[in-house]
C-alpha cells in the first residue's frame, strides 16, 4: 500500500510528543483553566438571576451603547479599509511605503496611549475639538467618541485581510474583461468584488470584534455615563470593582459568547479565502 | 500591479486615502510627542524620573522578559505540532490557539480573577498555602502571557505550512539529530516570522490595559505599569506626565513598525 505524504512525514519527523505535550499543557493552563474557572462561576448562578443580571436596565443599555457604536466604526472601518487595500495595492506614488508602514499604528500604539490621545485631540481646546465643538459636534465624552476610539483600534483588519488578495488577483482576467469592453465600474463589480468579498467580510467581522471588546482606548473618551456612555466592558470593570462578582460573571459570558460567535463566523470565512487561492 | 498612477479617479483616491491616513494616524502620533515635550526637555525628564513613573518603567520591562520568551516557546511548539503533523483535531486546535485574540481585555482579567481570586477556583487553595496571585505582579505576567499567546503562533503557522518539511527530512536523513535539524535547518528558516511574531508580543504585552488592570490592583509604585500608569496621571489632571508616560509606549510602537518594516524585507 503506498504511504501518504502525511503517514511517512509523522513516522520521520521527530518530536511530535515534545511539541505537542508543551502546546497542549500551556494552552490548557494559560487558556483554558480560566476560561472553566469562568464557566463554573458562570453556572453556580442559575438561569433566573443570570436573566435578571443580563436584562437590567443598565445592562441592556450598555450592550445597546457597545453594539451602535461597534457597528457605526465598523462600518466606517470596511470603507476606509477598502480604500487603504485599494490604493496601497493598485497604485505606486510617494508615500505609499509610509502608509503601509503606518496602518499598522493601531496594533503597534498600546490602547491607552490611544486613549489618551483621541480624548487630547476632541477636548474642546484640542486639536480636532476646538474646530468640531463650535460646529457643535461633540466627541469627547459622548456616544462619537467611543466610536473614535473602536475605529481607531481597528483600522488594520479590513487593510490587511484584502490587501494580500488584491495583490493576488491576477491583472489578466482584469485586462480581458477590459478589451471584452466592461467599464472600470464593472471591472469591479464583476470581477473583483466577489473574489475579495470572503476576505473583505472576515477584515470586517475581526473589525467588529475588536470594536466590541475594545476597552482602553474607549474609558478615556467615552465619559462613562451609566445609560448614555457605559460600554458592556466597563460595567464588567465597574461590577468587580464592587465586589459584584455574579454580576460580572453573567456579562463577562455574554462577551465571551459573543467573541466565540465572531471567532467561528471569522473562520469560517477565512477557510472561504484559503479555498479561493487554492483553485487559482 | 503598477498601474497607471494618471487618471483623475486614481488621483481622488489616493488623495482620500493620504489625507485619512494624515487625520487618523499622523497627526495622533505628532500629538503625543508634541504634548509630551510640550513644557521642554527638563520638565519631560522629569516627568519620567518620577520613581512611580520609573517603577511603572522596571514592572512593564519585567513582564515583558518574561512573556515574550514564554510565548516564542509557546508559538514554535504548536506552530511544530500544527504544521508538521496530521492528527484529529488539528482544525481545531487552530481555531482554539486564536481565543486569547477575540476575547475582550476585560474578559481575559475576569476569567483569570475567577480562577485565582479569593473567591476563585484555586485562589483559595492556594492562599492557604500561602501564595498570592491576584493583585500582585504574578498575575500581571499571567494575563499578559494570555493576551499574547496566538502571536508567534499565528506568524509561524502559515509559513511552515507552506515551507513543508522537505528542508527538515533531508537534514533527518543525511544523519543529523532531531536538535541539530531544528537549530541549523528549521530555525532559520523561520527566524524573520519568529521575530516579528515576538516583536509583536512584545508591543502587546507592554501595551496591555484591560487585561492588567483587572487584576493589577493598580498599586502605586507597586503593581501599576506603564499603561495603568498613564491613566493615573490623567485622572491626576498631569496630563503632560501622562504623555511623558506614554510617548515612551510610542517610541516601542514606532520601533514595532520599523522592526515589522525590515523583517517583511528581509523575508522577501
Known amino acids: ?280 | 500591479m503598477p498601474a497607471a498612477t494618471d487618471g483623475l479617479g486614481a488621483r481622488l483616491l489616493i488623495a482620500a486615502a493620504l489625507l485619512i491616513a494624515l487625520v487618523t494616524l499622523v497627526v495622533p502620533l505628532a500629538l503625543i510627542f508634541a504634548s509630551a515635550f510640550a513644557e521642554g526637555w527638563a520638565a519631560y525628564v522629569a516627568n519620567i524620573m518620577q520613581p512611580d513613573t520609573l517603577h511603572a518603567v522596571f514592572l512593564t520591562v519585567l513582564t515583558a522578559v518574561i512573556v515574550v520568551p514564554v510565548n516564542m516557546v509557546f508559538g514554535i511548539a504548536t506552530a511544530w505540532a500544527v504544521a508538521r503533523y496530521d492528527f484529529p483535531g488539528r482544525k481545531l486546535m487552530i481555531s482554539l490557539i486564536e481565543i486569547p485574540f477575540s476575547v475582550s481585555p476585560i474578559v481575559a482579567g475576569t476569567i483569570y480573577l475567577f480562577l485565582y481570586g479569593q473567591q476563585g477556583l484555586l485562589g483559595p487553595t492556594l492562599q492557604s498555602w500561602g501564595v498570592q496571585v491576584m493583585f500582585s505582579v504574578p498575575a500581571i505576567v499571567l494575563v499578559s502571557l494570555f493576551v499574547t499567546a496566538p502571536f508567534v503562533a499565528r506568524e509561524l503557522i502559515p509559513l511552515m505550512q507552506a515551507q513543508g518539511s522537505e528542508d527538515e527530512e533531508a537534514a533527518l536523513s543525511l544523519g543529523a539529530s532531531p536538535w541539530q535539524t531544528f537549530r541549523l535547518v528549521t530555525l532559520p528558516n523561520i527566524r524573520w516570522a519568529l521575530l516579528y511574531g515576538a516583536v509583536l508580543t512584545n508591543a502587546r504585552a507592554m501595551g496591555e490595559f484591560g487585561a492588567v488592570s483587572v487584576v493589577s490592583g493598580s498599586i502605586r509604585g507597586q503593581t501599576n505599569t506603564l499603561p495603568l500608569q498613564i491613566e493615573l496621571l490623567f485622572n491626576d489632571f498631569n496630563v503632560v506626565g501622562a504623555f511623558a508616560a506614554a510617548s515612551t509606549l510610542a517610541l516601542i510602537a514606532v520601533a514595532t513598525l520599523v522592526l515589522k518594516f525590515l523583517l517583511e524585507r528581509h523575508a522577501q
Not at chain 1, 504511504?3 to 505535550?21: D, K
Open chain 1, 1 to 280: 500500500m503506498p504511504m501518504t505524504s502525511l503517514q511517512r512525514r509523522r513516522r520521520v519527523m521527530p518530536g511530535f510528543g515534545l511539541s505537542m505535550g508543551i502546546a497542549l499543557t500551556y494552552f490548557a493552563l494559560i487558556v483554558l483553566l480560566p476560561l472553566v474557572a469562568m464557566a463554573i462561576k458562570t453556572a453556580s448562578l442559575g438561569w433566573e438571576d443570570y436573566w435578571k443580571i443580563v436584562t437590567a436596565p443598565r445592562s441592556l443599555a450598555s450592550f445597546r451603547i457597545t453594539l451602535t457604536a461597534a457597528l457605526a466604526a465598523t462600518v466606517v472601518n470596511a470603507v476606509v479599509g477598502l480604500l487603504f487595500a485599494w490604493v496601497l495595492t493598485r497604485y505606486r506614488f510617494p508615500g505609499r511605503r509610509l502608509l503601509d508602514a503606518l496602518v499598522d499604528l493601531p496594533f503597534a500604539l498600546p490602547t491607552a496611549v490611544a486613549g489618551l490621545t483621541l480624548v487630547t485631540l476632541f477636548a474642546p481646546n484640542g486639536w480636532f475639538g476646538r474646530y468640531l465643538e463650535p460646529l457643535g459636534i461633540k466627541v469627547a465624552y459622548a456616544p462619537l467618541g467611543i466610536m473614535a476610539a473602536m475605529f481607531f483600534t481597528s483600522i488594520p483588519f479590513v487593510v490587511r485581510t484584502v490587501q494580500p488578495v488584491l495583490e493576488d488577483l491576477s491583472a489578466d482576467v482584469e485586462e480581458a474583461a477590459r478589451s471584452l469592453g466592461a467599464r472600470p465600474w464593472q471591472v469591479f463589480a464583476l470581477v473583483i468584488w466577489p473574489v475579495i468579498l470572503p476576505a473583505f467580510l472576515a477584515g470586517t467581522t475581526m473589525a467588529f470584534a475588536r470594536s466590541i471588546g475594545e476597552f482602553g482606548a474607549v474609558v478615556f473618551i467615552a465619559g462613562n455615563l451609566p445609560m448614555v456612555t457605559e460600554i458592556t466592558s466597563l460595567l464588567i470593570f465597574i461590577r468587580l470593582d464592587e465586589f459584584n462578582y455574579p454580576a460580572a460573571a453573567a456579562l463577562a459570558s455574554v462577551l465571551l459568547l459573543v467573541a466565540f460567535l465572531l471567532l467561528f463566523l471569522t473562520n469560517s470565512l477565512q477557510a472561504r479565502v484559503l479555498r479561493h487561492a487554492r483553485r487559482d
